[in-house]
C-alpha cells in the first residue's frame, strides 16, 4: 500500500510562471489536507478537500491560489503567477476519516521561485 | 483559536540518554498529534492521541487533558533519532481535528 505519494519533490519557477503540485492520497483516503512550510517558518494550513468538493479553505491566500481534488486522479494545488514569496515546502497528507482520522503525510513539494 | 508552545526549540543530547519534549496548547481539543521532520526531508505521524498514554518502540507520548500539556519522550536516544519534533493541535475546539496549527518544533540533534 503505497504512502502519499507528491510530485514533483522539486519545482523551480520563474516569476510569473505558474506552478501545479500533485497529490495522490493513500489508497482508501478521500480527505486531503495541504500545509504550507516558509523559510524558518512553522508549518501552515491551507485547504482540506473531499472528493470533488473544497471543506475548507480559510488558510489558502485569497489570490492567485487554488486547489482542487477531482473524482479521478490527484487533487492539484495549483499557484498561478508565481512570486518569491511562495517559495516553499508544501506537503500533503490524507486521512481515511476526514477530520477525525490520523494523517498521513507525503515528502513534500519544495517550490523555488526565482 | 489555538495557540501552541514547544520547548525547548533545541535540544542536544548524548547518545543513550533519555529525552523529553514538551508541548503546552491553549485551548481544548480531541486529539494531539507529534510529527517527525528530518531536515528536508518529509513528515512522518509519529502519534495521535486524545488521552492518557501510547507507545512505539522507543518513543512515548503522553497527554494530560486538564492541564493541556503533552510530551514526547524518547528512551535509548540514538543519532537516528536527530529531526525536528512538531506538535500540532485542532485550530478550534469542536472544528475540524486534521486543520491543525503547529508548534515551532523542536530541533534535537543526538550526538554519538
Known amino acids: 500500500n503505497a504512502g502519499v505519494m507528491q510530485n514533483p519533490r522539486h519545482l523551480v519557477r520563474r516569476r510569473g510562471q505558474e506552478a501545479r503540485l500533485r497529490c495522490s492520497p493513500m489508497?482508501?483516503?478521500?480527505?486531503v489536507y495541504w500545509y504550507r512550510q516558509l523559510p524558518e517558518e512553522g508549518l501552515k494550513f491551507m485547504v482540506y478537500l473531499q472528493k470533488e468538493n473544497i471543506i475548507d479553505e480559510s488558510g489558502m491566500p485569497k489570490e492567485r491560489f487554488s486547489a482542487e481534488f477531482p473524482k479521478e486522479g490527484p487533487s492539484i494545488l495549483r499557484i498561478q503567477q508565481v512570486v518569491r514569496g511562495d517559495s516553499a515546502a508544501y506537503f500533503c497528507a490524507s486521512s481515511p476519516l476526514g477530520s477525525t482520522g490520523e494523517l498521513f503525510f507525503g515528502e513534500g513539494s519544495r517550490l523555488t521561485v526565482l | 483559536k489555538n495557540e501552541v508552545e514547544q520547548s525547548p526549540q533545541n535540544l542536544t543530547a548524548q547518545e543513550g540518554e533519555f529525552i523529553t519534549i514538551n508541548c503546552s496548547y491553549s485551548v481544548g481539543i480531541s486529539a494531539l498529534h507529534w510529527l517527525q521532520q528530518h531536515p528536508g526531508g518529509g513528515i512522518v505521524s509519529l502519534f495521535m492521541l486524545s488521552s492518557g498514554k501510547k507507545k512505539h518502540g522507543r518513543l512515548i507520548a503522553t497527554i494530560n487533558i486538564q492541564e493541556k500539556h503533552s510530551s514526547l519522550h524518547i528512551t535509548a536516544s540514538h543519532p537516528r533519532d536527530s529531526a525536528v519534533y512538531i506538535c500540532?493541535?485542532?485550530?478550534?475546539?469542536?472544528?475540524?481535528?486534521?486543520?491543525?496549527?503547529f508548534g515551532t518544533g523542536t530541533l534535537l540533534a543526538v550526538q554519538p
Open positions: 500540532a493541535v485542532p485550530s478550534n475546539y469542536g472544528g475540524a481535528t486534521n486543520k491543525l496549527i
Open positions: 489508497k482508501g483516503h478521500s480527505h
